[in-house]
T-cell receptor
Framework: EADIYQTPRYLVIGTGKKITLECSQTMGHDKMYWYQQDPGMELHLIHYSYGVNSTEKGDLSSESTVSRIRTEHFPLTLESARPSHTSQYLC???????????FGSGTQLSVL | RKEVEQDPGPFNVPEGATVAFNCTYSNSASQSFFWYRQDCRKEPKLLMSVYSSGNEDGRFTAQLNRASQYISLLIRDSKLSDSATYLCVVNIYGGSQGNLIFGKGTKLSVKP
């Protein structure tokens, strides 16, 4: 079973708030990813990292930012949340050897 | 042409039926392949990797055809609990978007 955790599981906040979605993994994986997914829709990659101090934007334009100061931690920050940010955010990590992607349980974000 | 294409379905089948999904990919540099299962409002979970020689896991069989650039998933004796969205994932070494390309998913609904 994968050891990757996301908090909070659900978040309801007002417009304009700054929020940070947490993602941590204890598998020592170098590669980590953030995806955004609306109900019944496809996954969209918004950020990824190949290791400490490495961050890249994905194929979906996003107003969020990420950091990778430690291998196990890959938080995502929205400086000023808007209703258009309402979505599910999924964090994932991938080891070098097995290539399999392990997902956290996701954060369901609702911005009012 | 999208890098990874799947028939979105939905596939509505009765219990006990055999159902097959195909997934085509366009990048010949694709190196590894996976099928993930995603339940409604849950994170994707690895169902099985797809090996060149084909592989089987209980009622599930995955096959890869490199010449025609497609992978397939066969589910035999389908159960109600098989109802989910099945995602095809292609790993491209040296890809620009974090290497992993997800299909949009094929929705399966197994009816009593």
């Amino acid at each position: 079973e994968a050891d990757i955790y996301q908090t909070p599981r659900y978040l309801v906040i007002g417009t304009g708030k700054k929020i940070t979605l947490e993602c941590s993994q204890t598998m020592g994986h170098d590669k980590m990813y953030w995806y955004q997914q609306d109900p019944g829709m496809e996954l969209h990659l918004i950020h990824y990292s190949y290791g400490v101090n490495s961050t890249e934007k994905g194929d979906l334009s996003s107003e969020s930012t990420v950091s990778r100061i430690r291998t196990e931690h890959f938080p995502l920050t929205l400086e000023s949340a808007r209703p258009s940010h309402t979505s599910q955010y999924l964090c994932a990590s991938q080891g070098i050897m097995n290539e399999k992607l392990f997902f956290g349980s996701g954060t369901q974000l609702s911005v009012l | 042409r999208k890098e990874v294409e799947q028939d979105p379905g939905p596939f509505n089948v009765p219990e006990g039926a055999t159902v097959a999904f195909n997934c085509t990919y366009s990048n010949s540099a694709s190196q590894s392949f996976f099928w993930y299962r995603q339940d409604c409002r849950k994170e994707p979970k690895l169902l099985m990797s797809v090996y060149s020689s084909g592989n089987e896991d209980g009622r599930f069989t995955a096959q890869l055809n490199r010449a025609s650039q497609y992978i397939s998933l066969l589910i035999r004796d389908s159960k109600l609990s098989d109802s989910a969205t099945y995602l095809c994932v292609v790993n491209i070494y040296g890809g620009s978007q974090g290497n992993l390309i997800f299909g949009k998913g094929t929705k399966l609904s197994v009816k009593p």
